[in-house]
Protein backbone atom coordinates (compact mmCIF):
# COMPACT_ATOMS: atom_id res chain seq x y z
CA UNK A 1 0.00 0.00 0.00
CA UNK A 2 1.46 3.44 -1.10
CA UNK A 3 2.43 5.78 1.49
CA UNK A 4 3.14 9.64 0.47
CA UNK A 5 5.44 11.72 2.62
CA UNK A 6 5.70 15.36 1.93
CA UNK A 7 9.20 16.94 3.09
CA UNK A 8 10.01 13.02 4.01
CA UNK A 9 13.87 14.22 2.58
CA UNK A 10 14.54 15.48 6.58
CA UNK A 11 15.59 13.66 9.30
CA UNK A 12 12.59 12.13 10.46
CA UNK A 13 11.05 11.44 7.35
CA UNK A 14 14.09 9.48 5.76
CA UNK A 15 14.03 6.99 9.66
CA UNK A 16 10.25 6.76 9.10
CA UNK A 17 10.76 6.03 5.30
CA UNK A 18 13.07 3.13 6.02
CA UNK A 19 10.62 1.50 8.57
CA UNK A 20 7.77 1.74 6.63
CA UNK A 21 9.53 0.07 3.81
CA UNK A 22 10.96 -2.94 5.92
CA UNK A 23 7.11 -3.21 6.59
CA UNK A 24 6.02 -3.84 3.39
CA UNK A 25 4.73 -0.78 2.44
CA UNK A 26 5.52 1.65 -0.61
CA UNK A 27 6.64 5.04 0.10
CA UNK A 28 6.86 8.05 -1.79
CA UNK A 29 8.70 10.95 -1.00
CA UNK A 30 7.74 14.48 -2.13
CA UNK A 31 10.74 16.92 -2.55
CA UNK A 32 11.17 20.16 -4.46
CA UNK A 33 14.15 18.69 -5.48
CA UNK A 34 14.16 14.90 -5.80
CA UNK A 35 17.10 14.22 -7.72
CA UNK A 36 19.15 14.96 -4.21
CA UNK A 37 17.36 12.81 -2.45
CA UNK A 38 19.72 9.43 -2.48
CA UNK A 39 19.79 6.82 -0.21
CA UNK A 40 16.31 5.69 -0.58
CA UNK A 41 15.91 1.68 0.45
CA UNK A 42 14.68 -0.04 -2.30
CA UNK A 43 10.84 0.32 -1.96
CA UNK A 44 10.86 4.17 -2.00
CA UNK A 45 11.01 6.49 -4.51
CA UNK A 46 11.12 10.52 -4.51
CA UNK A 47 8.84 12.51 -7.13
CA UNK A 48 8.69 16.58 -7.37
CA UNK A 49 6.30 18.93 -6.27
CA UNK A 50 6.87 22.75 -5.86
CA UNK A 51 5.11 22.63 -1.97
CA UNK A 52 2.18 24.78 -3.30
CA UNK A 53 0.18 22.70 -5.33
CA UNK A 54 -1.24 19.50 -6.80
CA UNK A 55 0.71 19.39 -9.91
CA UNK A 56 2.85 16.88 -10.55
CA UNK A 57 1.97 14.38 -7.99
CA UNK A 58 -1.93 14.83 -6.88
CA UNK A 59 -3.00 11.28 -8.65
CA UNK A 60 -0.33 9.43 -6.46
CA UNK A 61 -3.40 10.41 -3.24
CA UNK A 62 -6.04 8.52 -5.25
CA UNK A 63 -6.09 4.79 -3.58
CA UNK A 64 -3.03 5.38 -0.60
CA UNK A 65 -2.52 4.40 2.43
CA UNK A 66 -1.22 7.41 4.33
CA UNK A 67 -0.64 11.17 3.91
CA UNK A 68 2.17 11.86 6.40
CA UNK A 69 2.87 15.21 6.44
CA UNK A 70 6.87 16.94 7.30
CA UNK A 71 6.94 19.02 5.24
CA UNK A 72 8.29 22.76 6.24
CA UNK A 73 11.52 25.28 6.38
CA UNK A 74 13.41 24.31 9.48
CA UNK A 75 12.28 26.06 12.82
CA UNK A 76 15.67 25.93 14.36
CA UNK A 77 17.97 26.10 10.75
CA UNK A 78 18.29 30.32 10.84
CA UNK A 79 17.51 32.88 13.26
CA UNK A 80 14.13 34.41 13.11
CA UNK A 81 14.14 36.94 10.77
CA UNK A 82 11.02 38.58 9.60
CA UNK A 83 11.50 36.99 6.38
CA UNK A 84 12.63 33.70 7.82
CA UNK A 85 9.57 33.55 10.07
CA UNK A 86 7.49 34.14 6.68
CA UNK A 87 9.06 31.15 5.29
CA UNK A 88 8.28 29.10 8.02
CA UNK A 89 4.76 29.97 8.35
CA UNK A 90 4.30 29.90 4.96
CA UNK A 91 5.57 26.95 4.09
CA UNK A 92 3.88 25.19 5.96
CA UNK A 93 0.35 26.51 4.84
CA UNK A 94 1.33 26.48 0.88
CA UNK A 95 1.99 23.08 1.67
CA UNK A 96 -0.42 21.69 3.82
CA UNK A 97 -3.14 23.65 1.66
CA UNK A 98 -1.99 21.25 -1.42
CA UNK A 99 -2.36 17.98 0.33
CA UNK A 100 -5.85 18.28 1.35
CA UNK A 101 -6.88 19.90 -2.21
CA UNK A 102 -4.89 16.19 -3.36
CA UNK A 103 -7.26 14.24 -0.99
CA UNK A 104 -10.32 16.04 -1.39
CA UNK A 105 -10.22 15.19 -4.90
CA UNK A 106 -8.95 11.90 -5.00
CA UNK A 107 -11.42 9.48 -5.80
CA UNK A 108 -10.57 6.36 -2.93
CA UNK A 109 -9.73 8.99 -0.03
CA UNK A 110 -6.65 8.14 1.55
CA UNK A 111 -7.42 6.47 4.59
CA UNK A 112 -5.55 8.86 7.00
CA UNK A 113 -3.86 12.36 6.81
CA UNK A 114 -1.27 12.65 9.72
CA UNK A 115 -0.69 15.83 10.03
CA UNK A 116 2.77 17.74 11.34
CA UNK A 117 2.46 18.96 14.10
CA UNK A 118 4.61 20.18 17.36
CA UNK A 119 4.25 20.89 21.22
CA UNK A 120 5.38 24.50 20.36
CA UNK A 121 1.49 24.60 19.84
CA UNK A 122 1.31 25.48 23.77
CA UNK A 123 3.87 28.08 23.89
CA UNK A 124 5.68 28.23 27.46
CA UNK A 125 3.63 27.81 30.28
CA UNK A 126 5.88 26.98 33.24
CA UNK A 127 5.01 24.02 35.24
CA UNK A 128 1.09 24.00 34.20
CA UNK A 129 0.43 20.06 32.70
CA UNK A 130 -0.36 20.02 29.40
CA UNK A 131 -3.18 17.73 27.58
CA UNK A 132 -4.63 17.80 24.11
CA UNK A 133 -7.31 19.89 25.39
CA UNK A 134 -4.93 22.21 26.43
CA UNK A 135 -5.24 25.60 24.15
CA UNK A 136 -2.77 27.31 22.18
CA UNK A 137 0.03 29.38 23.56
CA UNK A 138 0.55 33.22 22.51
CA UNK A 139 4.21 33.33 20.82
CA UNK A 140 5.48 32.78 17.10
CA UNK A 141 5.70 29.20 17.17
CA UNK A 142 2.56 28.60 18.90
CA UNK A 143 0.97 30.89 16.46
CA UNK A 144 2.99 28.71 13.44
CA UNK A 145 1.91 24.94 14.69
CA UNK A 146 -2.07 26.57 15.16
CA UNK A 147 -2.04 27.60 11.89
CA UNK A 148 -0.55 24.98 10.29
CA UNK A 149 -3.28 22.11 12.33
CA UNK A 150 -6.08 24.76 10.79
CA UNK A 151 -5.06 24.41 7.24
CA UNK A 152 -5.24 20.65 7.63
CA UNK A 153 -8.50 20.91 9.38
CA UNK A 154 -10.63 20.25 5.75
CA UNK A 155 -9.25 17.13 5.71
CA UNK A 156 -11.31 15.39 7.97
CA UNK A 157 -14.40 16.24 5.84
CA UNK A 158 -12.64 13.18 3.51
CA UNK A 159 -10.54 10.80 5.51
CA UNK A 160 -9.02 10.20 9.14
CA UNK A 161 -6.96 13.43 11.02
CA UNK A 162 -4.15 12.86 12.80
CA UNK A 163 -2.29 15.81 14.46
CA UNK A 164 1.76 15.04 15.72
CA UNK A 165 2.39 17.31 18.34
CA UNK A 166 5.92 16.06 18.60
CA UNK A 167 8.61 17.21 21.23
CA UNK A 168 12.46 16.77 20.84
CA UNK A 169 13.30 14.21 19.28
CA UNK A 170 15.97 12.86 20.20
CA UNK A 171 18.85 11.52 17.50
CA UNK A 172 22.53 12.07 17.20
CA UNK A 173 22.03 12.29 13.34
CA UNK A 174 20.28 15.86 13.87
CA UNK A 175 18.32 17.99 14.98
CA UNK A 176 18.32 19.43 18.71
CA UNK A 177 20.24 17.01 20.16
CA UNK A 178 23.59 17.41 18.52
CA UNK A 179 23.64 20.88 19.21
CA UNK A 180 23.17 20.40 22.88
CA UNK A 181 25.86 17.89 23.06
CA UNK A 182 28.31 20.24 21.41
CA UNK A 183 28.93 21.80 25.23
CA UNK A 184 29.20 18.97 26.53
CA UNK A 185 31.96 17.93 24.22
CA UNK A 186 34.02 20.43 25.33
CA UNK A 187 33.42 20.14 28.92
CA UNK A 188 31.31 23.60 29.23
CA UNK A 189 27.94 21.85 29.26
CA UNK A 190 25.02 22.31 31.53
CA UNK A 191 21.38 23.62 32.49
CA UNK A 192 20.03 26.27 29.98
CA UNK A 193 18.83 29.79 32.03
CA UNK A 194 17.93 28.49 35.71
CA UNK A 195 17.14 25.09 34.54
CA UNK A 196 13.47 24.82 35.46
CA UNK A 197 12.10 24.36 32.85
CA UNK A 198 10.51 21.15 30.95
CA UNK A 199 11.91 19.58 28.06
CA UNK A 200 10.06 17.37 26.42
CA UNK A 201 11.89 14.61 24.98
CA UNK A 202 11.20 11.46 22.67
CA UNK A 203 13.36 9.19 21.50
CA UNK A 204 13.77 8.68 17.40
CA UNK A 205 12.23 4.92 17.83
CA UNK A 206 9.31 5.72 19.81
CA UNK A 207 8.80 8.71 16.93
CA UNK A 208 8.93 6.28 14.74
CA UNK A 209 7.16 3.78 16.04
CA UNK A 210 4.07 6.05 17.32
CA UNK A 211 3.75 7.61 14.05
CA UNK A 212 3.17 4.15 12.60
CA UNK A 213 1.05 3.46 15.14
CA UNK A 214 -1.53 6.21 14.68
CA UNK A 215 -1.22 5.85 10.99
CA UNK A 216 -2.45 1.81 11.49
CA UNK A 217 -4.41 2.42 14.27
CA UNK A 218 -8.03 3.37 12.60
CA UNK A 219 -9.87 4.56 16.30
CA UNK A 220 -6.87 7.75 16.63
CA UNK A 221 -8.06 10.61 15.18
CA UNK A 222 -7.45 14.31 16.74
CA UNK A 223 -3.81 15.63 18.13
CA UNK A 224 -1.59 13.16 20.38
CA UNK A 225 1.36 14.64 22.08
CA UNK A 226 4.86 12.99 20.92
CA UNK A 227 7.11 13.06 24.07
CA UNK A 228 7.94 10.68 26.44
CA UNK A 229 6.48 9.81 29.69
CA UNK A 230 9.27 10.70 31.21
CA UNK A 231 9.44 13.93 31.03
CA UNK A 232 12.41 15.92 33.05
CA UNK A 233 12.90 19.39 33.72
CA UNK A 234 15.91 20.61 31.79
CA UNK A 235 18.58 20.77 34.74
CA UNK A 236 18.01 17.09 35.25
CA UNK A 237 17.99 16.23 31.53
CA UNK A 238 21.88 18.14 31.65
CA UNK A 239 22.75 15.95 34.61
CA UNK A 240 22.04 12.88 32.67
CA UNK A 241 24.02 13.90 29.35
CA UNK A 242 26.86 14.36 32.08
CA UNK A 243 26.42 11.29 33.58
CA UNK A 244 26.35 9.62 29.71
CA UNK A 245 29.11 11.38 28.52
CA UNK A 246 31.18 11.49 31.38
CA UNK A 247 30.95 15.02 31.59
CA UNK A 248 30.63 18.31 33.84
CA UNK A 249 26.83 19.37 33.49
CA UNK A 250 26.76 21.93 35.92
CA UNK A 251 27.99 25.28 33.64
CA UNK A 252 24.71 26.71 33.00
CA UNK A 253 24.22 29.43 29.56
CA UNK A 254 22.32 32.42 31.05
CA UNK A 255 19.11 33.41 29.45
CA UNK A 256 20.44 36.77 28.33
CA UNK A 257 23.56 35.28 26.50
CA UNK A 258 20.71 32.96 24.94
CA UNK A 259 18.50 35.62 24.42
CA UNK A 260 21.10 37.83 22.85
CA UNK A 261 22.83 35.19 20.46
CA UNK A 262 19.44 33.77 18.91
CA UNK A 263 16.66 36.49 19.77
CA UNK A 264 13.22 35.33 19.74
CA UNK A 265 14.54 31.78 18.66
CA UNK A 266 16.07 31.54 22.12
CA UNK A 267 12.26 30.50 22.81
CA UNK A 268 13.36 26.70 21.52
CA UNK A 269 16.02 26.49 24.68
CA UNK A 270 14.48 28.39 27.23
CA UNK A 271 10.61 27.91 26.87
CA UNK A 272 8.70 25.01 29.37
CA UNK A 273 6.13 22.44 27.76
CA UNK A 274 5.08 20.06 30.65
CA UNK A 275 3.22 18.32 27.86
CA UNK A 276 1.62 14.95 28.75
CA UNK A 277 1.91 11.67 26.30
CA UNK A 278 -1.31 10.05 28.47
CA UNK A 279 -3.74 9.85 25.58
CA UNK A 280 -1.06 7.83 23.63
CA UNK A 281 -0.76 5.50 26.68
CA UNK A 282 -4.11 5.38 27.00
CA UNK A 283 -4.83 4.25 23.32
CA UNK A 284 -2.64 1.09 23.69
CA UNK A 285 0.83 2.94 22.78
CA UNK A 286 3.80 1.09 24.22
CA UNK A 287 6.88 3.86 24.69
CA UNK A 288 10.03 1.45 24.29
CA UNK A 289 12.01 4.62 26.28
CA UNK A 290 10.73 6.04 28.89
CA UNK A 291 13.46 6.87 30.82
CA UNK A 292 16.03 9.68 29.51
CA UNK A 293 19.02 8.13 31.09
CA UNK A 294 18.22 4.93 29.14
CA UNK A 295 17.21 6.73 26.19
CA UNK A 296 20.10 9.02 25.96
CA UNK A 297 22.77 6.63 26.24
CA UNK A 298 20.93 4.21 23.23
CA UNK A 299 21.16 7.13 20.95
CA UNK A 300 24.56 8.07 22.17
CA UNK A 301 26.05 4.95 21.90
CA UNK A 302 24.28 3.55 18.92
CA UNK A 303 24.39 6.53 17.25
CA UNK A 304 20.94 6.41 16.26
Known sequence: MRII????????????????????????????????VVGLPKGATAAAWDGKTTEGWGHLADGAKAIINLAGAGIGDKRWSAERKDLILDSRL????????????????????LQGSAIGYYGSRGDNELTEDSGPGEDFLADVTKSWESAAKAAADHTRLVYL?????????????????????????????????????????????????????????????????????????????????????????????LKAALGEMSILLLGSQRANSQKLVDAGFEFKFDQPLRAVKDVVFSKK
Do not use: C
Open 5 to 36: IPGGSGLIGRQLTERLIEKGYEVVVLSRSPKS
Open 94 to 113: ESTKAIVEAIAEANVKPEVL
Open 165 to 257: RTGVVLTTKGGALPKILLPFNLFAGGPYGDGGMWFPWIHIDDQIRAMIWLMENDSAEGPYNLTSPGILRNRTFARVLGKVLGRPSFIPTPAFA
